[in-house]
T-cell receptor, first 120, second 108 residues
Framework: DAGITQSPRHKVTETGTPVTLRCHQTENHRYMYWYRQDPGHGLRLIHYSYGVKDTDKGEVSDGYSVSRSKTEDFLLTLESATSSQTSVYFC???????????????????FGPGTRLTVT | KNEVEQSPQNLTAQEGEFITINCSYSVGISALHWLQQHPGGGIVSLFMLSSGKKKHGRLIATINIQEKHSSLHITASHPRDSAVYICAVMGGTYKYIFGTGTRLKVLA
């Protein structure tokens, strides 16, 4: 299994409080991702990183910010948590691998164990 | 219409049955990834494939790039196979496009 950990694994917090989730990898992979998973929606990309200090928004980025100051850590922050942010959050990592000619490179993602966040 | 469609959305089978889960996509891809998620659990990689067929134990995955279609087969299904199976495609970038998943329940 890829070396990916998430902390905390479970958190209950109140509306309006800030929350930071941490994703830590030991694989030295360049790309890191934060997803949320909700019933009926599957996995949705929040933010992703393509290198240290290089991040960009995904499809559901409102209310979230991220930071990546070193290769191994990718932090997801909810500045002021809302009940709509109750969800399971997954981190993933990937690295570029040469594709089978003539296909482009592949970026197989490996997922962390998830963090269950409840905002009351 | 979603770029990645899975069918069926829900599937109930009896132990021992042969199961097929389908994934169709409408974009050009470099590879397709099958993932498994047990209830309340993490997301586990099953197969990544860009052509042909792969087999691991009782699981077989096939892909037809020309038809933009992949199938995941489970032979001799078992209750421990009960999980959500997710298809994800790589469209030439480092981001995935996910299907909404197929929820499989195998009854003893």
């Amino acid at each position: 299994d890829a070396g990916i950990t998430q902390s905390p694994r479970h958190k209950v917090t109140e509306t309006g409080t800030p929350v930071t989730l941490r994703c830590h990898q030991t694989e030295n992979h360049r790309y890191m991702y934060w997803y949320r998973q909700d019933p009926g929606h599957g996995l949705r990309l929040i933010h992703y990183s393509y290198g240290v200090k290089d991040t960009d928004k995904g499809e559901v980025s409102d209310g979230y910010s991220v930071s990546r100051s070193k290769t191994e850590d990718f932090l997801l922050t909810l500045e002021s948590a809302t009940s709509s942010q109750t969800s399971v959050y997954f981190c993933a990592i990937s690295e570029s691998r040469p594709g089978r000619e003539p296909l482009p490179p592949t970026y197989e993602q490996y997922f962390g164990p998830g963090t269950r966040l409840t905002v009351t | 219409k979603n770029e990645v469609e899975q069918s069926p959305q829900n599937l109930t089978a009896q132990e021992g049955e042969f199961i097929t889960i389908n994934c169709s996509y409408s974009v050009g891809i470099s590879a397709l990834h099958w993932l498994q998620q047990h209830p309340g659990g993490g997301i586990v990689s099953l197969f990544m494939l860009s052509s042909g067929k792969k087999k691991h134990g009782r699981l077989i995955a096939t892909i037809n790039i020309q038809e933009k279609h992949s199938s995941l087969h489970i032979t001799a299904s078992h209750p421990r196979d009960s999980a959500v199976y997710i298809c994800a495609v790589m469209g030439g970038t480092y981001k995935y496009i996910f299907g909404t998943g197929t929820r499989l329940k195998v009854l003893a």
